[in-house]
């Protein structure tokens, strides 16, 4: 557990780092769900594990 120590996505909900919230970053939640720790692109909010929580930033901010 414990929060992570990545800086927030430049475009929220962007697990892959290409500017986009998409299919990929979709996949890659699902890689990771049920994973903690502190340096995981998946945790879009940054609690430390990859859950329900991290799907809704990205659904919210689909955009691809």
Do not use: K, M, Q
């Not at 414990?2 to 699902?30: H, K």
């Not at 609690?47 to 990205?58: C, M, P, S, T």
């Amino acid at each position: 557990g414990g929060g992570s120590t990545l800086p927030p996505p430049a475009v929220v909900g962007d697990a892959n780092g290409d500017s986009i919230v998409n299919i990929l970053d979709f996949n890659a939640v699902l890689v990771v769900w049920g994973s903690t720790g502190s340096s995981i692109s998946a945790d879009l909010n940054r609690d430390g594990v990859v859950d329900l929580l991290d799907f809704n930033v990205l659904i919210v901010n689909w955009n691809g």
